[in-house]
């Protein structure tokens, strides 16, 4: 008989245990090990790198014209599109302010993929839902001007890239699987 065996019926332990007089075979005070691998805690790169980027894109877009022809910049369209803000679908100004505001609600995102995590996939659901408003103020001024895109300035080629950064950041985010160890 070894220490770790449990002592026969009637029979006193010899030497000192940790385990009680009365423990049976399967009560032991070891841990239970598992063989199944374990999810590794970490960042998204790719993706966030891919959000940070739409929100960057975003921010550039203020400082830049939208259109081609007329002397007004994203910051402008933002400001006149807080300023009536009652009649932000009439006159079209929602389209800016879903794209630059969707840009910083990207980089936002974008900066939480980085932190470590199990999973990214709720990350990834927000930034795609963020991002179908975003491309859907991209696609609406397109449609309207016949998708010729010579009527749009270097702001609206910059709120394109916002949409196709952010799609792609969070269908990465997304679709990521877990690593395991």
């Known amino acids: ?10 029979t006193q332990p010899v030497g000192a ?10 009560d ?6 598992s063989d199944r691998p374990v999810a590794i805690r970490g960042p998204e790169s790719l993706g966030g790198l891919l959000l940070i980027l739409a929100g960057l894109a975003a921010a550039i877009s203020l400082v830049l014209d939208w259109e081609a022809d007329d002397d007004v910049s ?4 933002v400001r006149n599109g807080f300023d009536d803000l009652g009649q932000i679908v009439d006159n079209g100004l929602w ?11 990207l980089f936002v995102l974008g900066v939480l993929m980085w932190l470590p995590m199990r999973s990214h996939r709720f990350f990834g659901l ?3 839902l963020v991002s179908a408003a975003v491309t859907a103020g991209v696609l609406v001024p397109l449609a309207d001007a016949g998708w010729d895109l010579g009527v749009f300035g270097p702001g609206f080629w910059c709120a394109i890239a916002v949409a196709v950064l952010g799609l792609l950041g969070s269908l990465k985010a997304l679709f990521s699987r877990r690593r395991y160890a």
């Open 1 to 10: 008989m070894t220490e770790r065996e449990p002592a026969r019926p009637g």
């Open 17 to 26: 245990t940790a385990y009680p007089h009365d423990a049976g075979p399967g």
């Open 28 to 33: 032991s005070t070891a841990p239970a090990y």
């Open 74 to 77: 994203g910051w402008g369209l």
């Open 95 to 105: 389209q800016p302010l879903a794209i630059v505001l969707g840009g910083g609600v």
């Open 126 to 128: 927000l930034a795609l």
